[in-house]
């Protein structure tokens, strides 16, 4: 069962324009929630984090939408450019228990020139 | 620079053999993680140890086994009871024991199976 889920699988976006991905959970536990960015051939790399006490979070062209009634949570990536092209995983995890982050199933964003 | 290192880059297996990846942390982290990454399935986690000479079962732990002798270190093998081994293997850390905060994560290792 996915913990976090994530969509879409695959967004193409023209440079300048807006790249948003969506996460679902379930678990209202979950109180951490950070995005990684993965470049093809290389390990992901923290890209942003977000706890449930915000609704929003900006670092540059990033930023981590919370809703906590919905259980929802997005990164918009403002003024796309082509090296932001790379897979993004949302991830959410707990301050307790024995398990670490749960992944979503990953974006593969595409920026065009 | 610190950081975590990972070994082989590429490594092809037949079936029926045992395989080591290697792991290796310059970082002082306490706790280190195996995550196993698929197409289309984000990332599995296999095992993670928080301390040295003590670890615990992830999601996916069947046909792995690690060991965490040292501090810097964390070995996995993929046995030949693992069913599809063909995948690529992720190696993390933490600074500490807790569930939040930053994971660092090495360059990955492919492993093929032919």
């Known amino acids: 069962q996915q913990q976090v889920k994530q969509s879409p699988q695959s967004l193409i976006v023209q440079k300048g324009g807006i790249s948003i991905i969506n996460c679902a959970y379930e678990?209202?536990?979950?109180?951490?929630f950070p995005w990684y960015q993965q470049f093809p051939g290389k390990g992901p790399a923290l890209l942003i984090a977000?706890?449930?006490?915000?609704s929003e979070k900006k670092e540059g062209r990033f930023t981590i939408s919370f809703n906590k009634s919905a259980k929802q949570f997005s990164l918009h990536i403002m003024d796309s450019q082509p090296g932001d092209s790379a897979t993004y995983f949302c991830a959410a995890s707990m301050e307790t228990g024995a398990n670490n982050l749960f992944f979503g199933t990953g974006t593969r964003l595409t920026v065009i020139p | 620079d610190g950081g975590i290192t990972q070994s082989p880059k590429y490594l092809f297996r037949k079936e029926g053999q045992n395989v080591t990846l290697s792991c290796e942390q310059n970082?002082?982290?306490?706790?280190m993680y195996w995550y196993r990454q698929d197409p289309g399935q984000g990332l599995r986690l296999i095992y993670y140890?928080?301390?040295?000479?003590?670890?615990q079962k992830g999601d996916i732990a069947e046909g792995y086994s690690v060991s965490r002798e040292k501090k810097e270190s964390f070995p996995l093998t993929v046995t030949s009871a693992q069913k599809n081994p063909t995948a690529f293997y992720l190696c993390?850390?933490?600074?500490?024991?807790?569930?939040?905060?930053?994971?660092?994560f090495g360059e990955g290792s492919r492993l093929t199976v032919l």
């Open positions: 977000i706890r449930p006490d915000v």
């Open positions: 678990n209202t536990a979950f109180d951490y």
């Open positions: 970082l002082n982290h306490d706790a």
């Open positions: 140890s928080q301390i040295v000479n003590d670890f």
């Open positions: 993390a850390s933490r600074v500490d024991r807790g569930l939040t905060g930053e994971l660092f």
